[in-house]
């Protein structure tokens, strides 16, 4: 199964990493993943911020604030889906998580002017959640 993995950072490797969330499954050990490429572009411009502004990626990435994006990475796997956790509460969305290192078969270098259009920055945070839930 194709799936993909965004962060701003360039590695040779994904090691699972404690996440900190509201489900079970957000709480996991893991290296999370998802089946959308374009989800996992948005997400690795977003989270060369953090710690500076919220964000949020739904059909768009939209970020509190106007901030300057840095280069970011997706990495493709090709892994055996009985390796994988699934997402049941967001099962429509196609979330994965698997709990042990794993080496990506590509990456993707992720430019944030050839995603200009699916970013869209926001003056507060009701106006981050409300484009969100469009």
């Known amino acids: 199964m194709?799936?993909?993995h965004g962060t701003p950072k360039r590695?040779?490797?994904?090691?699972?990493?404690?996440a900190k969330g509201y489900t079970d499954?957000?709480?996991?050990?893991?290296?999370?993943?998802?089946n959308n490429?374009?989800?996992?572009a948005l997400y690795t411009l977003?989270?060369?911020?953090?710690?500076?502004?919220?964000?949020?990626?739904?059909n768009k990435l939209v970020i509190l604030g106007h901030h300057k994006l840095k280069v970011g990475y997706v990495y493709e796997f090709d892994l055996d889906e009985k390796s994988l956790i699934i997402d049941k509460e967001k099962k429509d969305k196609n979330h994965y998580a698997i709990q042990?290192?794993?080496?990506?078969?590509?990456?993707?270098?992720v430019k944030p002017e050839d995603y200009e259009r699916l970013i869209q920055m926001v003056n507060s945070k009701e106006e981050l959640l409300k484009?969100?839930?469009?």
């Open 100 to 109: 042990r290192e794993i080496t990506p078969i590509k990456i993707h270098k």
């Open 2 to 4: 194709k799936l993909y």
């Open 11 to 18: 590695v040779k490797r994904l090691k699972p990493i404690q």
């Open 25 to 34: 499954f957000q709480n996991l050990k893991a290296v999370f993943l998802t």
């Open 46 to 58: 977003g989270k060369g911020l953090k710690g500076i502004t919220s964000f949020g990626v739904s």
């Open 131 to 134: 484009v969100l839930k469009q």
């Open 37 to 40: 490429f374009q989800e996992a």
